[in-house]
């Protein structure tokens, strides 16, 4: 192993770097938040000996660190949330979780087909990166549990014999300053697309339906009691009925399930279910479930819960119902159950125009 | 006599979490997502895919007791979270709880996830420093401050098990509120943690926003009134065409700012109308932000309270602090479910303190 001290040789660690990298070599070099381990990123065998240095247990990925958006597209697609975290803010201390593209492999492609991508804001990183023209990995030096590695001595104290003996270069430029690890950012989720499609289709559904309630709210109490007074005039404890919900954040949409479950008999405060996913309220003998697709990908819908919940004859709210409303609807369809569509439009800072269609 | 062995067992949202404790010392408290490569990303979006409490929960079980060097035989009791969390989160855990409290004979103790949080403050790390060392029995009463994506509520404690709750959200959670700004702002997820990181290097005053629930006579907070004001600002700032990077700093400066503000004109009102505390315990995943803890801990410091706030590894859901709520109440004489008692211990989703 070489210990390169870092002064005024950038060239010269930058080829030596390169040269070692081509090789298959194992690299611990410097970023804005610690020291970071290197390998080729496109290498498999150089991957697998990273992971012997890791001492990796599961199969969890590694991300990767790039010189430019360029490089980086040629990777992972970069949809229109990544493109706004690359242009404004990077190189900096993100990684962005995107899809890949499929020539890269685990452990830096995870097993959802997502690659970790981050710009160093260190220039010599940048340089080493951008001259070798292919991406390395950026996961921190250290040993899982051992502390971050900001100095080159104690990080030697913290690795074991073994991964030590992996190492074959170091590049060393002193006493790091202790910024804390990247923050990971992950833009698959609810990607504009994604959004829009299912807002489509559920504008599609809701054409062939019966409006039967249309209301302009002004506060949020008059989206609750617009809530409470379309439960009392439609929605029975003993039938069981999905109310889908579709509209921006902040459109109402919460505002307008407290005023149903208020009329049901709800006496807890009925709040987001982003979180938990789904919420569920006692009244009388029956269960009101209250339910967000936020936090849900693709195939989940399943295995959330809601199938038990359309099982046990419940009322079912659902939040962002238009991210999965074909899977919705043809659950309904199948097991007979009535659908509300509800359709909830920003008209300004303070008013919502709200629509209701009979499934 | 020794001190009495808890391992405590959190399933109620993203992470599978297990923890032994020794008293209030952690010997071990592992959560699935750390049993992976430093800077691993594969747990980000914690939908329920990635959860798989199911294939984690053997594994992270047997990290816990190899890291506590103790055998399964060295445990007195197991605490479980029961609710609040996801329906099908928390049966994971109290099945693999059952199992081994029916295997071993161990008695089983189901807890409030939200208890958890509560008491967090009180865990001492496996030397048994921390915040509050000697006896905890003149510590209360106090007021608790939980705040996380799912909760954000204010309580009175009287004793361990003695809470009676002031205020909660009427909509979002605090941390839920940071998310989705961060959304607005195209962050990707989570945004919160950016949303925090940026409004450090914002100025104060350049972006202003409503201060949620500043007139309300009550003790709740809400966050969706300033989600939509931050729709409309942003919205307003993009049409104006000026770069992004110009405006975002500032702009998250005046969200943290507002939702802070609104959270301590509630606390201090809580303050004041219960002379009789000596101190405010705080707990929950939005305190991971420096600022918020150090704010919070301003304001409580200047009623010349004491401020108890657990460590950052603990702040976020954890099997701890379950493990800890446990050891605290077999203190109090509780007593654990054995046999035939388990029958009847189910989740309960919508479980309040």
Redesign the interface.
Known sequence: MERLIVNNNTQEVVKKTCEVLSKGGLVIYPTETCYGIGVDATNEKALKKLLKY?K???S????IAVSSKEMASKYVEIN???Q??YT??LPGP????SIGKGNLVP?VL???G?I?VRIPDYQLTLDIIETYGKPIT???A?M??KSTPYNIDQLRKDLPKKSLDLVDLIIDVGELPKNP??????????TLSVLRQGKLEFEQAIVQNKKIEQRITKT?EQTTKFGYDFSKQYLSKDIPVVLALSG???AGK??FAKGVGEQLGVQ??I??P?????????YSDKTLAHMDTW???D??LS???LI?HLEAKNIVVIEWADKFYQEIRSLCDNMNIKVYNIKFNYLS?SEREITIYEG | MKDRVVLGIDTSCDDTSIAILRGRKVLSSIVSSQLEIHAQYGGVVPNIARREHEKNIQGVFEEALRKAKVGIGDIDCIAITYGPGLAIDLEVGIAFAKELSTKYNIPLLPINHMEGHLLSPLLLNSKGSGLVEGSIDNLFPTLALLMSGKHTEILRVDGIGKYEKLGQTLDDAAGEAFDKVGRILNFGYPGGPVVSEFAKKGKRGEVVFPIPMRNSNDLNFSFSGIKTAALYKSKELREEGRDEKEWVYDFCRGFVNSVYESIAIKLSKAIEQNPSIRGVLVGGGVFNSEEMLRRFGKLVRGYSLEYYFPEKEYRGDNGAMIALVGYLHLENGKEGLLGKELEGLDREPRLSL
């Open positions: 890791k990796f247990r599961g969890k990925p590694i991300s229109e949330m990544a706004n975290i404004n803010y993100i990684t962005v979780v452990p995870s097993s959802q997502s970790g950026a996961t921190s250290n899982s549990y690890p990247s923050t990971v950012l992950d833009t698959t989720l609810n949020p921006e954040l902040g919460t505002q807890e405060i709040n987001s982003t979180y938990t996913i789904i919420n569920e309220y006692k936090r849900l990908m195939d989940e295995k959330s819960g038990e800072l």
